[in-house]
């Protein structure tokens, strides 16, 4: 349910969010630049690990017989399975969240009506109706599903993109630009 005008500076409209919506903002959310060094730091570690056990016979024996590098291996499997347990796990997590958000909130389940303008953001609900100047918030980011505007490091309003159309989502995108609001 979209309505939306721009007149006087300011854009207009209202949403509801459904379970797709709140999936899509928590995966964006989940979504840290800060990972990638260390997903390349511990691929570099693994690498010189492999390179050491094929130039080094020492090594190689090391691996099959000594207590201590017996147990580092079962740690390093152990981390491994948890790791790939959780990977796995991250988007039935992510739905069961979003479920119980739409439960347990009626202000996320119902409309959300939307104001933008040059001096801020308004953000109404059934419970709430909130109103920040834009050097109040901490930022911004988007996928292709959802626009999420950041109050603190991890509390976020969402925007459904597919509800607010084209024009009002450019119009959105202009006033979030010109405010000067960091993209995270």
Avoid: C
């Avoid at 007149?7 to 207009?12: F, V």
């Avoid at 147990?71 to 991250?90: D, K």
């Amino acid at each position: 349910m979209t309505t939306g005008t721009s007149d006087s500076g300011k854009t207009r409209f209202a949403v509801t969010l459904g379970e797709g919506d709140l999936v899509q903002a928590f995966k964006l959310n989940a979504k840290r630049k800060a990972i990638r060094p260390l997903i390349l730091a511990a691929v570099f570690v693994a690498a010189l690990l492999v390179l050491l056990l094929a130039i080094s016979p020492a090594a190689r024996q090391s691996l099959t017989s000594r207590p201590l590098t017996l147990m580092l291996e079962g740690a390093l499997a152990l981390t491994a399975l948890l790791l790939l347990l959780v990977i796995l796990a991250r988007p039935l997590i992510f739905r069961k969240l979003a479920q119980r958000s739409l439960a347990q909130r009626a202000d996320l389940a119902g409309p959300v009506e939307w104001e933008f303008g040059p001096e801020g953001v308004r953000h109404t609900t059934l419970h709430s109706d909130s109103h920040y100047p834009w050097a109040a918030l901490r930022g911004w980011r988007e996928n292709e599903v959802v626009l999420l505007l950041y109050i603190a490091d991890n509390l976020f309003y969402i925007v459904p993109k597919a509800q607010v159309g084209g024009e009002l989502l450019r119009s959105l995108h202009r006033t979030v630009e010109e405010s000067g609001l960091p993209q995270r």
